[in-house]
């Protein structure tokens, strides 16, 4: 079974300022690919950034980047120069390779971040 | 440029009730989702379908139906609504399953609540 953990409810960052977010999985498919979304206030969600298991070098996609260390099985995201627009609820998700797990993202339970002016 | 569509928005239902969401994309994706959102689960998957014609339950099927008769849409019944039910309901889809690299594009969502 595939597993998402995400140990931080909440976080607070000042404008301006670097946040990580933390995310660790546990799967025993082969290959996998995962994936961060992000989900403000008004509730929709929107995908930022995807990392696939065997990628040599770690994602990025404008001011968010992927630190990925697949032997310690985390998938931790950075939001450089943090903005107000930023405060949001981020979700970290996997998907397998190997049956079931194809078919369906399996999610964490979600970072609330909260930028300060 | 749509997306996937979801309606309604909103929806209050009696303990009993029954209806359906519905779900369209238009972007002619293979692969269409439902989850739930509950507070500190995240999403889960209710059910899934590869492709029109084929579906099958996911992790939390227990009081929902769908069906597949167009690659386009969707739809998720609820067939006796229970206050267990209360929650936010996304519709997703990607261009195939099997594809590990592909994002999920979501609707908006629908807020349901059962009293």
């Known amino acids: 079974a595939q597993k998402i953990t995400q140990t931080q409810p909440g976080m607070f960052v000042q404008e301006k300022e670097a946040v990580t977010l933390d995310c660790t999985y546990d799967t025993s498919d082969p290959s996998y690919g995962l994936f961060w979304y992000k989900q403000p206030s008004s509730g929709e969600m929107i995908f930022l950034i995807y990392?696939?298991?065997?990628?040599?070098q770690n994602a990025t996609e404008g001011r968010y980047s992927l630190n990925f260390q697949k032997a310690r099985k985390s998938a931790n995201l950075v939001i450089s120069a943090s903005q107000l627009g930023d405060s949001a609820m981020y979700f970290c998700?996997?998907?397998?390779?190997?049956?079931?797990?194809?078919?369906?993202?399996?999610f964490g339970a979600g970072t609330t971040v909260t930028v300060r002016a | 440029n749509a997306g996937v569509t979801q309606t309604p928005k909103f929806q209050v239902l009696k303990t009993g009730q029954s209806m359906t969401l519905q779900c369209a994309q238009d972007?002619?994706?293979?692969?269409m989702s439902w989850y739930r959102q509950d507070p500190g689960m995240g999403l889960r998957l209710i059910h899934y379908?590869?492709?029109?014609?084929?579906?099958d339950q996911g992790e939390v099927p227990n009081g929902y139906n769908v069906s597949r008769s167009t690659t386009e849409d969707f739809p998720l019944r609820l067939l006796s609504a229970a206050p267990s039910q209360t929650s936010v309901y996304f519709c997703a889809s990607s261009p195939a399953a099997g594809s590990n690299n592909s994002p999920l594009h979501f609707g908006n969502g629908t807020r349901l609540t059962v009293t």
């Open positions: 379908s590869v492709g029109a014609g084929i579906t």
């Open positions: 972007m002619n994706h293979e692969y």
């Open positions: 998700a996997m998907r397998g390779s190997r049956g079931f797990n194809d078919y369906k993202l399996s």
């Open positions: 990392q696939g298991s065997y990628d040599q």
